[in-house]
Every structure is written in C-alpha cells, then in structure tokens.
C-alpha cells in the first residue's frame, strides 16, 4: 500500500462507517439510549473493521475524483442504515403501545417512570415490558440476527444503487401498522378484561349504590391486572421475539 491509496481507503472505510453505525445507533438492543454512546461507536467501528474486507470490491474505484459523487454515496449509506435500523426500532415501539394500553386498563397510568430505552418518561408497565424486551433479544440470540442483517445489507443494496422508493414506503406502511397491531395484541387479554370488570363494577354499583365502588375496585383492578401479566407475560414476549425475527428476516439474503 502506498500513500497515494490512503485518502480513497478512508474514505471507503468511512462510507461502510456510516452504514454500519446509522443501523447500530438504531438497531434494538446494540443501539439502546442507556448503553454508553462511546460503546456503541465502539461496536460500530469493530463491525466496519470486519465488514470492510468483505464488501470493499462493491464500492467504484477512483470515488474521489468527483466529491459530489462521494456525498451522495455518504447520503445513500445513511439512507440504507437508518431505514433498516428504523424498522427494527418500530416493532421495538409495540412494547410501549402493549404496556401503555395495559397500565391504562390497569388504572396504572399514571404511575410513570424513566424509560432508559428511549430516555423518556412512559408508563410503568411499558417500561418494564420494554426492558424485559432487551432482556428477551440477547436471551434468544437474536442480536445475531441484527448482525447477520448489517451483514446482507450490503448484498440487498449495493453501494450507489438507490433504494426503491415505492417499496420502502410500502415496507414503512407495513412496518408501522404491524407494530401497532402487535403493541394492540399483546394487550388484548387486559382489553377484554377491562371491559368485563368495569362492566361487573357497574352492575354493583347499581345494584348496591351504597357501596363505595371506587375503593373496592381501584385494588382489584390493579392486583387481577398484575396476576394476568403475570399469567400471560411468557407468551406476550415469545411473540413479541417471533415478530422482531421476522422483521429482521427480510432484511437477510438467505
């Protein structure tokens, strides 16, 4: 390697950078608010080393004869990263839907909390379900599905070949509906038990109106709501890992 090579070896190596570290920052579980900012720049520049053998060939050569050419590439990389790292995130968003639905049910929605997954307050119930997500991607491995995605990325979209736009939109469409019905899924035994329960209390109350409902309720609602999380909380995270697998899964060559 002479020194004449330097500036375009950079330079590549900064585009597969921006790839990589776009879908990393993004990505569920590598990419969380409360791992260390400093680690995830880490972890994305260990995955650029690695990758950047493997997939150097796919970018032109003689890229830095034209620096407009070389800032639509950077533009496409990011493009590419984020739209594969922000369909991961979305279904990762299902979590807080379910939870925030749940602690609604539960009478539970204004016990609130930090949530260090998106660094903001949420409900209790999201935050939770939210962290016991993190737990479930590394459980059952399927950060290696994150990786191997980083990885057929670049034999899904080729540096310098655009993004077809129709059927990205199609994909986001797609992507953000099914979040939102799996967030609403996952919640659905606490749907049903919410309209059983107020419909119970409402019968008592008027066949008893000297009763004080609201003492007798408030406490049933939240320990029935707490024992069917309990009950149901296996299932609702199996699934919430299926559909995450899934949503990964298009994004691999195989």
């Given at each position: 390697?002479?020194v004449s090579?330097l500036?375009?070896v950079?330079?590549?190596f900064l585009?597969?950078?921006?790839?990589?570290?776009?879908m990393?920052?993004?990505?569920?579980?590598l990419g969380?608010q409360?791992?260390s900012?400093?680690?995830?720049?880490?972890?994305a520049l260990?995955?650029?080393?690695?990758l950047?053998?493997?997939f150097?060939g796919l970018?032109?050569?003689?890229i830095?004869?034209?620096?407009?050419?070389?800032a639509?590439?950077?533009?496409?990389e990011?493009v590419?990263g984020?739209?594969?790292?922000l369909?991961a995130r979305?279904?990762?968003?299902?979590l807080q839907?379910?939870g925030?639905?749940i602690?609604?049910?539960a009478?539970?929605?204004?016990a609130?909390s930090?949530d260090?997954?998106?660094?903001?307050?949420g409900?209790?119930?999201?935050?939770?379900?939210a962290?016991?997500?993190v737990?479930?991607?590394f459980a059952?491995?399927?950060?290696h599905?994150a990786?191997?995605?980083l990885?057929d990325?670049?034999?899904?979209?080729p540096p310098?070949?655009w993004?077809?736009?129709g059927d990205?939109?199609?994909?986001?469409?797609?992507?953000i509906?099914?979040a939102?019905?799996?967030?609403?899924?996952?919640?659905a035994?606490f749907?049903?038990?919410?309209?059983?329960f107020?419909?119970?209390m409402?019968?008592?109350?008027r066949?008893m109106p000297?009763?004080q409902?609201?003492f007798?309720?408030?406490p049933?609602?939240?320990?029935?709501?707490?024992?069917?999380l309990?009950?149901?909380?296996?299932?609702?995270m199996?699934w919430y890992?299926d559909?995450?697998?899934a949503?990964?899964?298009?994004f691999?060559?195989g």
């Amino acid at each position: 390697m002479t020194v004449s090579v330097l500036p375009e070896v950079v330079v590549l190596f900064l585009l597969s950078f921006a790839r990589l570290g776009t879908m990393v920052m993004l990505m569920p579980a590598l990419g969380e608010q409360n791992v260390s900012t400093r680690i995830r720049l880490s972890l994305a520049l260990v995955l650029s080393f690695v990758l950047y053998p493997l997939f150097v060939g796919l970018y032109p050569s003689g890229i830095l004869d034209n620096p407009m050419r070389v800032a639509m590439f950077f533009f496409g990389e990011f493009v590419i990263g984020g739209v594969i790292g922000l369909s991961a995130r979305l279904i990762v968003s299902a979590l807080q839907v379910a939870g925030t639905t749940i602690s609604y049910q539960a009478s539970m929605a204004l016990a609130q909390s930090f949530d260090p997954t998106i660094g903001t307050q949420g409900a209790l119930i999201g935050n939770f379900l939210a962290v016991v997500g993190v737990v479930v991607v590394f459980a059952m491995e399927i950060h290696h599905v994150a990786i191997m995605a980083l990885h057929d990325s670049y034999l899904l979209f080729p540096p310098g070949v655009w993004l077809p736009v129709g059927d990205v939109t199609q994909m986001a469409v797609n992507t953000i509906a099914g979040a939102f019905k799996l967030g609403i899924s996952l919640a659905a035994p606490f749907i049903v038990f919410g309209i059983v329960f107020n419909l119970g209390m409402g019968l008592l109350n008027r066949l008893m109106p000297q009763v004080q409902i609201f003492f007798i309720a408030m406490p049933a609602n939240v320990g029935i709501a707490l024992l069917l999380l309990m009950a149901t909380i296996g299932t609702m995270m199996m699934w919430y890992a299926d559909h995450l697998r899934a949503t990964l899964g298009q994004f691999l060559a195989g």
